[in-house]
């Protein structure tokens, strides 16, 4: 099993930055390791399903980005340190939701990162607050 533990979030005011982390731990499938899994982050807003914002495969030499985020937010990892980041500025009061940090071992093109389902594990998430 693979915890994953965001931290990061907070309330910011719109034009501001924030950092997400989420840290992996624990023992993956037999033969892998943290660096084989793609890492995605996910958001849900009240009253709305949640959604795909960005994705980082093992390498980080392939990521995609939701449209709404674009320019605006950039993810990378550490392998050795097991985190991926999500760095997000000039953020806006839409962008308010909670972030989930999520692992998949099958998303491993960009064509497949932003299906929900391919992803096998999922932290607990963490609240961004975008004031207007």
């Known amino acids: 099993q693979v915890q994953l533990v965001e931290s990061g979030g907070g309330l910011v005011q719109a034009g501001g930055s924030l950092r997400l982390s989420c840290a992996a731990s624990?023992?993956?499938?037999?033969?892998?390791?943290?660096?084989?899994?793609?890492m995605g982050w996910f958001r849900q807003a009240p009253g709305k399903e949640r959604e795909f914002v960005v994705a980082?495969?093992?390498?980080?030499?392939?990521?995609r980005y939701a449209d709404s985020v674009k320019g605006r937010f950039t993810i990378s990892r550490d392998n050795a340190k097991n985190t991926v980041y999500l760095q997000m500025n000039s953020l806006k009061p839409e962008d308010t939701a909670a972030y989930y940090c999520?692992?998949?071992?099958?998303?491993?093109?960009?064509?497949?990162?932003?299906?929900?389902?391919?992803?096998?594990?999922w932290g607990q998430g963490t609240q961004v607050t975008v004031s207007s």
């Open positions: 999520a692992a998949s071992t099958t998303a491993q093109t960009a064509q497949y990162m932003p299906i929900m389902s391919l992803y096998q594990y």
């Open positions: 624990g023992r993956p499938v037999s033969g892998r390791t943290f660096s084989n899994y793609v």
């Open positions: 980082i495969n093992w390498s980080g030499g392939s990521t």
